[in-house]
């Protein structure tokens, strides 16, 4: 099930369309897109971890920030699109992860990237509560603003 036909996706349960665009709920606007995206990691653990880098043209990354989640995309060949969602401030129901924290630094080579960390509210199979996510973007700084004055940080 996707966004505008079901319940919310999270982490472990993403929403999976063909396109290219993110599916947004009725009313929701894209505040920034960052489209260069080098390297986005997640990890729950100690059961999950996911990596993801672009590989043109089988595969790449995107993040979009709305007025209500930051959206994580990873775009096949410029055809299907698999999302999940970071949520703001809606109390998580079920498995949808509500940001907790968001922070920025330089790793590998001296990237920077930005570093967002969230929870869910249910005990979710093969996973743990806690997900943090890095994204290895050109202006982590200013997208860590942006998410922090979308949350009302």
Do not use: C
């Amino acid at each position: 099930m996707h966004l505008l036909s079901g319940p919310r996706q999270s982490a472990w349960n993403p929403a999976v369309h063909v396109g290219t665009k993110p599916l947004l709920a009725p009313g929701e606007s894209i505040l920034r897109p960052a489209k260069y995206v080098w390297l986005a990691v997640a990890n729950a653990w100690p059961y999950t971890f996911r990596i993801e880098f672009p590989l043109p043209p089988l595969t790449h990354a995107e993040l979009y920030v709305t007025d209500r989640r930051l959206i994580i995309s990873s775009v096949f060949f410029y055809l299907a699109n698999v999302q999940f969602s970071q949520w703001y401030t809606d109390p998580p129901t079920g498995q949808d992860d509500q940001i907790t924290s968001v922070s920025t630094g330089r790793g590998w080579f001296g990237a920077p990237y930005i570093q967002v960390e969230s929870r869910t509210a249910e005990k979710v199979p093969l996973r743990s509560r806690e997900l943090r996510l890095r994204i290895y973007t050109r202006d982590a700084v200013g997208l860590e603003k942006l998410i922090q004055m979308a949350r009302g940080d």
